[in-house]
């Protein structure tokens, strides 16, 4: 006797357009999409304005515009196929980095993102201390002794300083003395104002040498790794108490480098 089975039946698949499971991911890319095109691709969020403060303070060495035109050439970007300046795309630290070396004669630029269409900079210019020379190039120093403007000879008002240890020419934004030096320099030309005695020159001899000449064509060797204090100190006692007014004008150097003394000497 045969054993009755059952007839077997093909089971209908269930259409994907029915899956909770299928729906559910394709809302979430709806959304995920949606998101990705209002942050990157919409018009909401693209740059439309660049603000531009401190510049053009120290006459006009950098005019707004010029910074202007750099930014713009760098808001650009390639987002698979689209171009987009999306606000939130726009590397802040890079661009500073582009600012600072198109212009040398900034010192500081910060940028920040102000939503949802702006973007903010703050520059902060260099401003000259001195006069750096070199082989008969001129430049203005800043405080950092940073170079940042080739100038011509006639412009000439301000401390001229050399550095005899360079010897290739300098490139502007490069720094051609310390900053502890040019701080140690100012600080003698102040004293030395105190004292009635005018700089013409500063030239950085060596490590160990500053060598100071005065309008009066003498000169004052100090040594920037020694107490300074000291050095001004000797200075002082020769200048009010040894030497005479009247023989200043003699004088072919005064040396402060070594010991106590502050030995001189006559033309």
Same mark, same amino acid.
């Given at each position: 006797?045969?054993?009755?089975?059952?007839?077997? $039946?093909?089971?209908?698949?269930?259409?994907?357009?029915?899956?909770?499971?299928?729906?559910?991911?394709?809302?979430?890319?709806?959304?995920?999409?949606?998101?990705?095109?209002?942050?990157?691709?919409?018009?909401?969020?693209?740059?439309?304005?660049?603000?531009?403060?401190?510049? %053009?303070?120290?006459?006009?060495?950098?005019?707004?515009? !010029?910074?202007?035109?750099?930014?713009?050439?760098?808001?650009?970007?390639?987002?698979?196929?689209?171009?987009?300046?999306?606000?939130?795309?726009?590397?802040?630290?890079?661009? #500073?980095?582009?600012?600072?070396?198109?212009?040398?004669?900034?010192?500081? !630029?910060?940028?920040?993102?102000?939503?949802?269409?702006?973007?903010?900079?703050?520059?902060?210019?260099?401003?000259?201390?001195?006069?750096?020379?070199?082989?008969?190039?001129?430049?203005?120093?800043?405080?950092?002794?940073?170079?940042?403007?080739?100038?011509?000879?006639?412009?000439?008002?301000?401390?001229?300083?050399?550095?005899?240890?360079?010897?290739?020419?300098?490139?502007?934004?490069?720094?051609?003395?310390?900053?502890?030096?040019?701080?140690?320099?100012?600080?003698?030309?102040?004293?030395?104002?105190?004292?009635?005695?005018?700089?013409?020159?500063?030239?950085?001899?060596?490590?160990?040498?500053? %060598?100071?000449?005065?309008?009066?064509?003498?000169?004052?060797?100090? %040594?920037?790794?020694? %107490?300074?204090?000291?050095?001004?100190?000797?200075?002082?006692?020769?200048?009010?108490?040894?030497?005479?007014?009247?023989?200043?004008?003699?004088?072919?150097?005064?040396?402060? $480098?070594?010991?106590?003394?502050?030995?001189?000497?006559? #033309?």
């Amino acid at each position: 006797m045969k054993k009755y089975r059952k007839p077997y $039946r093909i089971k209908k698949k269930k259409s994907i357009f029915h899956s909770r499971f299928f729906w559910l991911v394709v809302l979430v890319l709806i959304f995920l999409g949606g998101i990705f095109y209002l942050l990157f691709l919409s018009p909401f969020f693209q740059i439309r304005e660049i603000k531009i403060s401190g510049a %053009d303070r120290y006459n006009e060495k950098v005019p707004s515009e !010029a910074i202007l035109t750099t930014v713009q050439g760098k808001l650009d970007q390639k987002l698979i196929f689209f171009s987009t300046k999306s606000i939130f795309l726009v590397d802040l630290n890079q661009m #500073r980095k582009e600012i600072l070396k198109e212009f040398p004669q900034i010192a500081q !630029a910060n940028l920040k993102r102000k939503f949802p269409q702006i973007l903010e900079i703050e520059i902060e210019e260099r401003k000259p201390i001195a006069i750096f020379s070199h082989e008969g190039s001129y430049f203005f120093i800043d405080k950092e002794g940073i170079i940042f403007e080739e100038i011509l000879r006639d412009e000439l008002k301000l401390l001229e300083i050399k550095n005899s240890i360079l010897k290739e020419k300098p490139k502007l934004g490069e720094r051609v003395v310390e900053e502890e030096l040019i701080s140690k320099i100012l600080k003698i030309s102040s004293e030395l104002e105190n004292l009635k005695v005018q700089i013409l020159e500063a030239n950085l001899v060596s490590d160990e040498r500053i %060598d100071i000449k005065t309008s009066e064509n003498w000169e004052i060797y100090f %040594d920037p790794q020694k %107490d300074l204090d000291w050095q001004l100190a000797k200075l002082k006692v020769d200048l009010e108490n040894v030497i005479p007014p009247e023989k200043k004008k003699d004088l072919e150097y005064i040396e402060l $480098r070594f010991g106590d003394w502050a030995p001189f000497k006559y #033309r």
